[in-house]
């Protein structure tokens, strides 16, 4: 223990403190004419009791500081860290077993806590093996971080190394502070198993349309067998095929296309019909949902006149039976554009009309448009529409090829369109400095004369609600032209087109209450529902209340009310259970009511199901990156002898330093008393009142 002072001149205040105390006592007993009865020795003493005990107060004003150190000595913890998914649910009782001897066996000599991971971290000493995906590298995160200012010994992973989510494992292990001591669980034996890994398709489509299915499926000792693959929607067979399994170890990615004859969600089943010798046949199916909408998209396409761009466009979008295509002049533009899906302005405003009626209603309506800009496009009124994309000291044209911005997330960017973008022509654009809205996604930039540019070329993106794009120059029916020279067909540049049109055609906005969701949602995710409101200047507000009603499968109704958030509105649904699900969301904004609806499927996770066969490889090189040791038998008794013969598993020393005032020292008071009650009762025992 040490006393210090907060006051760098502490030295000094101490002398003042003692010539103090010392000057009062002198003159109370020396000086003092009550005293002159007493002797030397009697005056002395009763000075020295005065003087101790008026230091000791004038020391204590001056606020010092009493110093501990006190020594701390840490156990170590271990982690035991149990796998919770559904893959080795079967060996819950094992598990659960081997956890307790194991807690028997440590908590003598070390401090014990327990981790479960799945889905998700919790502190719990038991399984339900319920987790829809295993992820070992969050545990390992988990471990390391949450962990970082404790003394751990080591980890204790219980699983079967099987993992769906994250990174591997083994590389975040190697740069753990402690090692993995791991404890494998479940089957390694590799049996025939006929497995569906992945199923892509769109999201959305429209009513009588083809849309493309990717099917990744892998066989596994099934050399010389033929695979039959489904895929089924409302109880019927939509397409089949016949596969050749020419490994023992192989894979396939079988292509569909399917037609979309019946509106809402569409749920498919894609399976491979179960071969001779298969064990696990829960991976042989794949469910899907696809959100098939029924209304038309009229398109309407504002130019002065017929334009090779606009019929290029038109082409691309030949055949798809849900776009109603139409071309009019800038004098010709229908009164009512609420009909219209699509706007695409056509070099408009012009360097010969102001198209002053047409620059009104882009400003007043709230329809998706798309821009496409050119030499006759007079830029200095464009840019006065304030539509989040300008173009700065405009001079004459300059020639740009496009080059794919990778940041771009909007919509998927096939390889073909990225390819196409290497070879396409170039685009006659507004020679000058493009400036774009944050809000807006980049699709491509612009390249002049071999130099990559910042300017943007086709940028697309939703402001307060309304989708809007931009194609910033002349001439894509060039493109179209150009892609069929080299690959023999349109695929290609109709693709992009069909892309950009679906993007921005779906109004997700067209009215003053909007609510946003998605189509789908897999089970062991928290599903969010936003909305936004606004008033008749389309100014966002969320004063009003907004409810929510949902029901599921079996008509049972629940009742939500969305959270304010900043000028929106928010709903956190939780988890649901697998199903189908309709909402509708209403509000009341003034003397004008406003309800949408809507519809969202869960699906099942069947990841765990994929592979159920034990990694021990992944046990194995996790525990040696580390520096432990695996154990493919449950038997505690070594886990617990390898983890107290090892040294580095130590108890470690920490000197703890606390500061008290000392004037809170009871110590403190007591002697001031003493001191001050001994002067009181010498005084009077000796006759001075």
């Known amino acids: 223990m040490t006393i210090g002072f907060e006051n760098s001149y502490w030295g000094i205040f101490l002398i003042v403190c003692l010539a103090c105390s010392g000057a009062i006592s002198y003159l109370m007993y020396f000086k003092a004419k009550d005293t002159a009865s007493l002797s030397r020795i009697q005056i002395f003493s009763l000075f020295t009791l005065r003087a101790i005990g008026l230091f000791l107060i004038f020391i204590l004003l001056l606020s010092p500081l009493i110093k501990h150190h006190r020594t701390i000595k840490e156990q170590p913890v271990i982690l035991i860290a149990l796998d919770n998914s559904e893959s080795i649910k079967k060996y819950k009782s094992g598990i659960d077993s081997l956890t307790s001897q194991l807690s028997a066996g440590l908590k003598k000599k070390y401090q014990i806590e327990y981790l479960t991971f799945g889905d998700k971290i919790e502190h719990a000493d038991s399984i339900s093996g319920s987790g829809k995906v295993s992820d070992y590298s969050q ?260 020639e740009a090829t496009p080059r794919f911005a990778p940041a771009f997330t909007a919509f998927t960017v096939s390889e073909n369109i990225g390819a196409m973008f290497e070879y396409a022509p170039p685009l006659v654009v507004p020679f000058g400095t493009t400036e774009s809205s944050p809000l807006l996604q980049t699709l491509a930039l612009q390249t002049i004369k071999g130099i990559a540019t910042p300017n943007v070329l086709i940028g697309l993106g939703a402001i307060s609600g309304r989708r809007i794009g931009y194609i910033a120059g002349e001439g ?121 609806n809507g519809t969202f499927s869960v699906l099942a996770l069947n990841t765990e199901m994929q592979n159920t066969t034990a990694n021990l490889k992944v046990m194995n090189d996790l525990a040696a990156a580390s520096g432990g040791t695996a154990f493919y038998k449950p038997d505690f008794r070594s886990v617990v002898a390898q983890i107290e013969n090892n040294k580095n598993i130590a108890p470690e020393k920490h000197v703890q330093t606390n500061f008290s005032e000392m004037i809170n020292l009871k110590l403190v008071f007591a002697f001031l008393v003493l001191v001050f009650g001994a002067e009181w009762f010498l005084r009077k025992f000796w006759g001075i009142y």
């Open 139 to 398: 545990l390992l995160r988990e471990a390391n971080n949450s962990y970082l200012n404790r003394n751990v010994g080591a980890l204790v992973l219980i699983g079967d190394g099987i993992y769906n989510r994250g990174q591997n494992p083994v590389y975040l292990a190697e740069g753990l502070n402690f090692p993995v001591y791991t404890v494998a669980f479940g089957d390694s034996t590799i049996h025939k198993d006929a497995r569906i890994s992945n199923v892509r398709s769109n999201k959305v489509t429209y009513l009588n349309n083809q849309f493309p299915v990717e099917i990744e499926l892998n066989f596994t000792q099934l050399n010389g067998s033929l695979a039959k693959i489904e895929i089924e929607n409302n109880g019927s067979i939509v397409y089949s095929n016949t596969l050749s399994i020419n490994t023992d170890n192989d894979f396939k990615l079988e292509y569909a296309s399917i037609l979309a004859n019946k509106k809402g969600l569409q749920h498919y089943k894609a399976r491979v019909l179960p071969l001779d010798g298969e064990i696990n046949l829960e991976n042989n199916e794949f469910e899907i949902v696809v959100q098939v909408l029924e209304n038309k998209q009229k398109i309407l396409a504002v130019s002065d006149g017929p334009h090779p761009d606009l019929g290029a466009i038109k082409n691309s979008l030949l055949g798809l039976q849900n776009y109603d295509f139409s071309l009019v002049s800038e004098s010709s533009v229908p009164e009512n554009l609420g009909e219209y899906s699509l706007l695409i302005v056509n070099q408009l405003p012009s360097v010969k009309s102001p198209s002053v009626r047409l620059t009104q209603e882009l400003k007043e309506s709230r329809i998706p448009v798309l821009f496409i800009l050119g030499p006759q496009t007079n830029i200095p009124q464009f840019n006065n529409l304030n539509m989040n994309f300008g173009i700065k000291n405009q001079a004459g044209t300059e």
């Open 476 to 596: 894509i029916w060039r493109w179209r032209l150009q892609n069929y020279l080299r690959e023999g067909n349109h695929e290609a540049f109709d693709e992009l087109i069909r892309k950009i049109i679906q993007y921005l055609s779906l109004k997700e906005n067209e009215d003053n209450f909007n609510v946003y969701y998605s189509a789908t949602y897999p089970e062991n995710n928290e599903i969010e529902i936003t909305a936004d409101l606004y008033n008749d200047s389309y100014e966002q507000v969320n004063d009003p209340e907004v409810n929510l009603t949902l029901k599921n499968d079996s008509s049972k109704e629940f009742t939500y009310t969305f959270d304010r958030i900043s000028n929106y509105y928010k709903l956190n649904l939780g988890m649901l259970q697998p199903g189908d699900y309709r909402f509708t969301a209403s509000t009341k904004l003034g003397e004008k009511s406003f309800e949408e």
